[in-house]
């Protein structure tokens, strides 16, 4: 039944992603909603405007529970904030509230401290930051948090997921992806595998594999909007 849902899953990214393909291809590759990111503020006409984004990272896991991981996000000048679940534990939420920084030129960059609040099956205090770094049709993104579980000590830990993207089209992205987490059970401390994403006007899909290279490897599949 597991294998069937991957399957599924799979079919599922492959037929969109046609569709996305033979559709109008008029936005970046690059935009920052094709990862766990926020629109980037250097890309609002004004920046005293809010920008919003919401995304759902559905994991296939195998031999533990499937969970989805949705993450919304509100940004106005330099002012950052986000609510996530399913992210530092299952069945716990957390809310965020951080600064943006960005500029740069060829080399273009945008760098987000935030910091949190974890509740539900797991409560703490968490310091994080976004951040990515762009040239050419390049990209390099990456997220983290640690966790200060305010029950149990030894279970406070540093969670990470981060992207290394080439863009050869407007609609089209892929690259490799690591991934630092507690969600599930796995023998690797670093996750990896290759991803690919696609772009439509303001949707965005992307798929990734982790540790392909197992017997049973761990699917993700997003979906994501900016608005």
């Known amino acids: 039944m597991k294998a069937m849902r991957v399957l599924a899953v799979i079919a599922m990214v492959a037929g ?42 559905t994991y296939v896991v195998p031999d533990d529970r499937d969970y989805a991981q949705p993450t919304f996000t509100a940004d106005r000048d330099w002012l950052h904030l986000e609510a996530r679940y399913n992210y530092e534990a299952l069945d716990a939420g957390s809310a965020w509230v951080g600064y943006n920084f960005s500029g740069g030129e060829k080399w273009t960059w945008e760098v987000k401290p935030m910091l949190g609040g974890v509740f539900g099956h797991t409560t703490g205090i968490a310091p994080g ?16 948090e640690y966790v200060f579980d305010m029950g149990t000590s030894s279970n406070s830990f540093f969670y990470n997921w981060s992207e290394l993207t080439l863009a050869p089209l407007d609609w089209l992205r892929f690259g490799l992806v690591t991934q ?9 401390e670093i996750q ?25 490897p761990t699917f993700v599949v997003a979906v994501a909007f900016t608005f």
């Open 180 to 188: 630092r987490t507690r969600l599930y059970k796995t023998n690797r």
């Open 192 to 216: 990896r595998g290759p991803m690919v994403g696609f772009t439509y006007k303001r949707v965005n899909l992307s798929g990734y594999l982790f540790n392909p290279d197992d017997d049973k």
């Open 16 to 57: 969109l992603a046609s569709g996305l393909a033979q559709g109008d291809a008029t936005t970046s590759a690059t935009d920052p909603a094709l990862t766990n990111a926020p629109p980037s503020l250097t890309k609002e006409a004004d920046p005293k405007a809010w920008s919003f984004s919401a995304s759902v990272y």
């Open 129 to 144: 930051y976004k951040s990515s770094l762009s040239w050419w049709k390049l990209e390099l993104y990456s997220e983290g």
